[in-house]
Structures are given as structure tokens and as C-alpha cells.
């Protein structure tokens, strides 16, 4: 495993260098619509391509299911790359980007690193082993009551047809709780909950590269991860509610009376079998 852990954080952390360089420069004619409000950049390309390299020349029998070459995925062991997440906010250059990079064996997530290269804040966490930012060790917060908390949101953007709900969901919570951020970057928003940032975050219509490293850094950082229903699939649900063990059952109060089981089957993704 410790080989595995040193390829990706470097594989990461050369990919962030490319991040960071690019970040906030004039790059209107390198963006493609993928589809509605879904946006790819050369720097995501390149950014996929330098990780996927990077790994495979370490480890060439390990499988790569990364977001802009994504098929489906069934060997026992293989990685999983969000190259850039925050693509819209990188094309407008708004400062909340992230990478993610995680490693599956048999059905389970046992690596996740996720690289802030902005704020150069390096998140890793391996099953059993506990989750760090930085080398240090991090841990949720000890918030017992929405009351207290910050919790951390996405929007349905590409998902409307839940937009009802959602709201539903976002004026319960937003009504229990201190405030709510969105700031667009799935894998450091669940990076946050980790380091006891953020109390709690939900959102829906997410794919296995947004959450698969984040979760892993919530569940060894002390904190519980689950669908919208308490389920343990969220990452081929595509819905997820994270947070520390109180916070995470009364966000779930909220989420299972809102939210139509039936109605949100639509977001499932059949990418990987987890
Ligand atoms: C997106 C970000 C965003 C979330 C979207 C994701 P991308 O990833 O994580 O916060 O709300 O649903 O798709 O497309 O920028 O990698
Ligand atoms: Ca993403
Ligand atoms: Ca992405």
C-alpha cells in the first residue's frame, strides 16, 4: 500500500502544480459543453492524462475509471480520478478547486487523496489508518446539534428535476443550522467535513470521482457517509449526506422525509458496482 500511497501523491500533487499554473489565466476558447451546465477544460484533460500516466506506469495492471474517459469499471482493484473538481468555478476563476484520486480493492475504498492546490493543502486517508491534512491528523467536529453547525451544500444544477426537493431539504436545514456553504467542489467540500470545517454536507446527482476519496477521508476522520436514505451505496446512488455520527443522523431526518426514494433512482450511476 505504501508504494500506492507514494505514486498517487505524486501523481496528485504534479497534476495540482498544472492546476495552479493555468488557474485564474484567459482559457474561453479551451472550454467544451458536455451537456447542460457540464463543462470540460484542456486543463481537466491534461490534468486526467498526467494521473492516469503517472499511475500506470507504476502499477499497469491497475485499472483507471476517471471522469473524462469514464467506462464502466469491474476489476478488483482500480483507481478512481476527478482531475479537476470545480470546473466551472476554475473556467470563471473562482478559488475552490480540487483534485481527487482513490484507489478501490474488492468493492471498498481504501486509498483517497484530495489535493487543494490553491490553498496547497494535501488531504489523505488509507482504510484503517486514520485521515491527515498536510501529514497532520485531522478529525470531524465534535458539533452535536444542527444549532451549532456549518453545513455544506451543491446544487441540483444538472439534475432540475429534483430542484423541489432539494429546496425542500436546503429550507429545513438552512433553518436549523448556523449557515450553508456551497462553494462547488465536492471533493473539498467532504474534505472539509473531515477536518471538522463543515459540521455536515449533502448534495445529489453526484458521480463515483466526486465522493469515492472524500467519504473515505469523512469515515477515517471519525465521521459517518451514506445516501439521502441512511444506504450504504451512495456511490452508485449518486446522493450522499456526510458528516460527524450526530450530525449525520439528523441531516438524515431531514433528507429520507424529503427526498422520494423511487424519484431520485434516476441519478444512480452504473459506472462501478459499489
Ligand atoms: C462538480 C463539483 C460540484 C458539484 C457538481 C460536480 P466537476 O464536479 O463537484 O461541486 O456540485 O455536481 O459535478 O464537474 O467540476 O468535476
Ligand atoms: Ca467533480
Ligand atoms: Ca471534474
Avoid at 493543502?121 to 470531524?140: D, M, P, Q, T, Y
Avoid at 444542527?146 to 432540475?160: C, N, W
Avoid at 451505496?233 to 422520494?260: C, P, Q, W, Y
Wanted: net charge negative.
Amino acid at each position: 500500500m505504501r508504494q500506492r500511497i507514494e505514486v498517487a501523491r505524486e501523481a496528485i500533487l504534479s497534476a495540482g502544480s498544472l492546476i495552479r499554473e493555468t488557474f485564474g489565466r484567459e482559457i474561453s476558447g479551451q472550454v467544451e459543453e458536455k451537456d447542460r451546465n457540464d463543462f470540460v477544460t484542456q486543463s481537466d484533460r491534461l490534468s486526467e492524462k498526467m494521473i492516469s500516466e503517472t499511475l500506470l506506469r507504476a502499477f499497469p495492471e491497475i485499472g483507471i475509471l476517471g471522469e473524462e474517459n469514464a467506462e464502466r469499471m469491474d476489476d478488483d482493484e482500480y483507481w478512481i480520478i476527478d482531475p479537476l473538481d470545480g470546473t466551472t468555478n476554475f473556467i470563471h476563476g473562482y478559488p475552490s478547486i480540487g483534485l481527487s484520486v482513490a484507489l478501490v480493492r474488492e468493492s471498498e475504498v481504501v486509498l483517497g487523496l484530495v489535493f487543494d492546490p490553491l490553498r496547497e493543502e494535501l488531504f489523505e486517508a488509507s482504510r484503517g489508518c486514520g485521515a491527515f491534512c498536510n501529514k497532520r491528523k485531522i478529525h470531524v467536529s465534535g458539533a452535536g446539534s444542527l444549532q451549532e453547525s456549518l453545513l455544506g451544500t451543491g446544487f441540483p444544477f444538472k439534475a432540475q428535476q429534483h430542484l423541489e426537493s432539494y429546496i425542500e431539504s436546503f429550507k429545513e436545514l438552512f433553518s436549523s443550522c448556523r449557515g450553508v456553504r456551497r462553494a462547488g467542489a465536492a471533493v473539498l467540500d467532504l474534505s472539509h467535513v473531515a477536518a471538522g470545517r463543515l459540521d455536515g454536507f449533502w448534495e445529489l446527482h453526484l458521480k463515483p470521482w466526486d465522493m469515492a476519496a472524500g467519504a473515505l477521508l469523512v469515515r477515517e476522520a471519525g465521521g459517518l457517509v451514506t445516501d439521502l436514505f441512511g444506504g450504504s451505496s451512495f456511490l452508485s446512488a449518486g446522493n450522499i449526506v456526510a458528516g460527524n455520527r450526530s450530525i449525520h443522523g439528523k441531516m438524515l431526518e431531514t433528507t429520507e422525509r424529503v427526498f422520494d426514494r423511487e424519484k431520485v433512482a434516476d441519478l444512480a450511476c452504473d459506472l462501478i458496482d459499489m
